[in-house]
């Protein structure tokens, strides 16, 4: 499993991301303008 403690996503397009767990994103510092995998965009 991948780590994203403290990880920046600021405007990162994770449509394609394969395995990737709400548990992960949580652990994002920032996901402002990330393209979702399921293509909704965070605010």
Do not use: Y
Not at 19 to 25: A, S, V
């Amino acid at each position: 499993m991948t780590d994203l403690t403290g990880a920046d996503l600021s405007g990162a397009d994770l449509r394609n991301v394969k395995d990737l767990t709400i548990g992960q994103l949580d652990q994002a510092h920032s996901l402002e303008g990330a393209t979702m995998p399921d293509g909704s965009k965070h605010p």
